[in-house]
């Protein structure tokens, strides 16, 4: 369970703090007013001033408003965050009487990090947990982790029943283009159960094909089926683990089948449901994901769901920087 699962841990946060999440790995690299701000706290924490075995600044932090640190841990133990929390209630009790820092509300932005939401684009949710293993019945699987996949208006287009300007009937089908559901697959089937894993190469996509069919036609909505399979292999690098001093990173992959379905709506030319599944293998290993224990192939598993497009789900995509769209 996560620690902000955690009913006493939200309880204390909505009592206490303004909760503020950021990607580490890039606010760490941002130069900027945001990576400033981030670096001056973090440099005040647990990890201040360590480069090795990394630079990384992972972790919880709790600071005033001009970015004094009040309190910082690095856990996934409720217990543990919430004395870190409890000690940082408890140290600004001793300051808040002092003068507030005026805070600009149009900061210096770097611009390799203004990425926008793409106008007319659609945001599905990615979760990716182990599955349950017949050689193993008391392997856990309740380890997961999230990532947001944003889709461009001509991606969602392509998606559509409506694409070709007329629409589908029932039984009728269409090919997704591969292109987009091997960018799909290079950057969110990708195996963060545990840790953190590299995105797949262009190259380590071998196959990346999905189908739709309609299913359904009532006054409205039209319902569609999607099938299809992907498949990706890389070799590894080779690269050290820091902590270890260990190379874990090995030949990795997945081979998942895609399931799905999807409700468009006739009348707003827009997808009212976008639900779907990548399950299969996954196998080998990589530097951060912890899997070196756990390198034959086993399942894996890949829900994708429909988020509204509003503020609050506005969280770029991991691999955002990385040819995102490409």
Known sequence: MSVFSDQR???????????ITTDINKTIHRRDAVG???RKIAEQG???GITKPTSTRQGLYVSTAD????????????????????????EFEK????AQPEISDKPDVDKRYAVKFPNGGMILRVTCRDLPRESNTDHETWRHNFDNLWLTADEVKSFSPQR??????QGQEYKIPDAI???????HFVDHVKGEAPGWKSESVKISTASAKVIGVSKGAIQIELTGRVRCVQKPNKRVNAYTGKVVDRESGVDLRLSGRMSWDVEKAEFSRFDWVAYGDRWGTARYNFRHQDMEKNPIGFALNLLPT???????????YNSYYH
């Open 310 to 320: 509003i503020p609050e789900n506005m969280s770029q995509p991991k691999f955002i």
């Open 67 to 90: 970015g004094q640190l009040l309190a910082s841990v690095n856990s996934t133990r409720a217990d543990s965050v919430l004395r870190m929390m409890k000690r940082a209630v408890e």
């Open 95 to 98: 300051i808040k009487n002092k």
């Open 164 to 169: 070709d300007g007329g629409v589908y009937k």
């Open 9 to 19: 841990v939200i309880d204390f946060i909505r009592e206490n703090f303004v909760p």
């Open 46 to 48: 647990h990890y201040a």
């Open 181 to 187: 559901i091997a960018r799909i697959a290079k950057h």
């Open 36 to 38: 400033d701000f981030f």
